[in-house]
């Protein structure tokens, strides 16, 4: 290991909970955002083109909170 925390360490989870803490004010104005230990789950009820372009802002806000953090996102089948 280069850098970073164990995987199940105390500390680790308290770091983590501090470093994700302002994901939701970053993006909460575009979907519902819920949260559990180290995954994110982010969804919106698309009924309109106008709920179609928040998601897409939320979105883009996310990417923007990525690269706030250098932050790589993965996705379930990486």
């Not at 850098?3 to 302002?22: A, E, K, T, W, Y």
């Not at 919106?44 to 990525?66: C, F, M, P, R």
Request: glycine share 6%; hydrophobic share 45%; charged share 15%.
């Amino acid at each position: 290991m280069t850098s970073g925390i164990l995987q199940g360490s105390v500390l680790g989870s308290l770091l983590f909970l501090m470093f994700i803490n302002d994901l939701i004010e970053s993006c909460a104005a575009y979907y519902e955002i819920y949260l559990f230990a180290d995954d994110a789950k982010l969804f919106k009820h698309i009924l309109s083109e106008s709920d179609h372009q928040s998601l897409q802002n939320g979105a883009n806000a996310l990417y923007e909170w990525t690269l706030r953090w250098i932050l790589k996102l993965l996705s379930a089948r990486s």
